[in-house]
């Protein structure tokens, strides 16, 4: 009898056990699947307070700076429209831009460089602007042809060709062409801000040869000239050398070449050696930075101190 009696009662105990398992493992079961939608509900809103940081938080890091090679016009003209160049005192203009600054030695070299860059800064013709990089404001303004032409972006400069007296009949075409309505249809239609009160392109060529050198960033414009007087004229031999802009105005002057193009003004010991400079459009500069920067706009000053040096991490840039 007592056997039977502590029979019955192991029996109890045991199914009392297996009761209160299953309702432990129900209940975990459900606390886990409550985390599961928990989870998945962030990941749905965003990322954890982390990875929110990292990719909404405030960019830092080294600035790369680049910049171009000193006889570059678009150096020249970067350089003085955000003050990088200034007076010493003797009166001398002096280049501040920083020694750590990496030099590159034309348009397309620039952008692949930022491109590459996460933390990279750098300058370029606003024409020659494509998707591979980011454009910055300036001072609240877009670089846009159209906000250089209506002057609320103010970091512009003109393209100009550069002669001298005993131009050949084929270069005098050429130009003759590139200032007409024709020619500076092509100007506008390249995304630059064209002349005005042009003429209808009357001439013609004979063939010979005329070369055109100098700067990396009226070559892209200069090469869509080409292009677009070699349909009017099927005998016309344009030859288009890239360089920079000192070197296109040194070869105008020493006879290297019929027509430079510069992206800058000339000095006054440039003009004093019988050269002419004739504008065929008006440019911007783009300051340009990687797609992954979040940054969208600097002031001009902001600009100045990334390059002088006194700014050097883009956490500090405020």
Known sequence: MKRKVIAITLTAMMAAGMLAGCGSSDSSSSSTADTTKEASATEADGSTDGDSTAAGGDFSGQIGVISREDGSGTRGAFIELFGVEEKNDAGEKVDNTTVDAQITNNTSVMMSTVAGNQHAIGYISLGSLNDEVKALKIDGAEASAENVENGSYKVSRPFNIVTKDGLSADAQDFMDYILSTDGQQVVSDDGYIAIKDT??????????????????????LMEKLKEAYTKVNSNANIEVQQSDSTTGITSAS???????????????????SGLTATVIATDGIAVIVNKENPTDGLTSDQVKSIYVGDTTDWADVK
């Open 254 to 272: 020493d006879g290297l070449c019929d027509i430079g193009m510069a992206s800058r003004d000339l000095k006054d010991e440039e003009k004093s």
């Open 199 to 220: 003429k209808a392109y009357e001439g013609n060529c004979s063939g010979e040869k005329v070369v055109v050198a100098g700067s990396s960033s009226v070559t892209p």
